[in-house]
């Protein structure tokens, strides 16, 4: 599975992005998915995680209220709607995929996308 992230960009605290995770070479339907983030000298930490079929989703406490993870498994793609954006959200965001695990355990996690850098100005 190649994983492709999208929709980073540069915004002001207070505004919203959505993030897109595309995949090709496998459907993404039978793969949990997961949105990571690190910051600058920050070790890679769990944002948010869908379930195969969408039904269950978790999320870390600093975003949860504020972001939404979702999937559209017909388009292969899952999405990161982000609201209320906060300078220390500021990182690069990881999209991932995995079938089995934990799914807050950065290790089960088999298939990574390259990044997108979301910069949240004050």
């Known amino acids: 599975v190649q994983l492709q992230a999208s929709g980073g960009g540069l915004v002001q605290a207070g505004d919203s992005l959505r993030l897109s995770c595309a995949a090709s070479?496998?459907?993404?339907?039978?793969?949990?998915m997961g949105w990571f983030r690190q910051a600058p000298g920050k070790e890679r930490e769990f944002v948010a995680f869908?379930?195969?079929?969408?039904?269950?989703?978790y999320y870390a406490g600093s975003v949860k209220g504020r972001f939404t993870i979702s999937r559209d498994n017909a388009k292969n793609t899952v999405y990161l709607q982000m609201n209320t954006l906060k300078p220390e959200d500021t990182a690069v965001y990881y999209c991932?995929?995995?079938?089995?695990?934990?799914?807050?355990?950065?290790?089960?996690?088999?298939?990574w996308g390259q990044g997108t850098l979301v910069t949240v100005s004050s």
């Open positions: 869908i379930n195969w079929s969408g039904v269950s989703t």
């Open positions: 991932a995929a995995k079938e089995t695990g934990s799914y807050y355990d950065i290790s089960t996690y088999a298939y």
């Open positions: 070479g496998r459907t993404l339907s039978t793969y949990g």
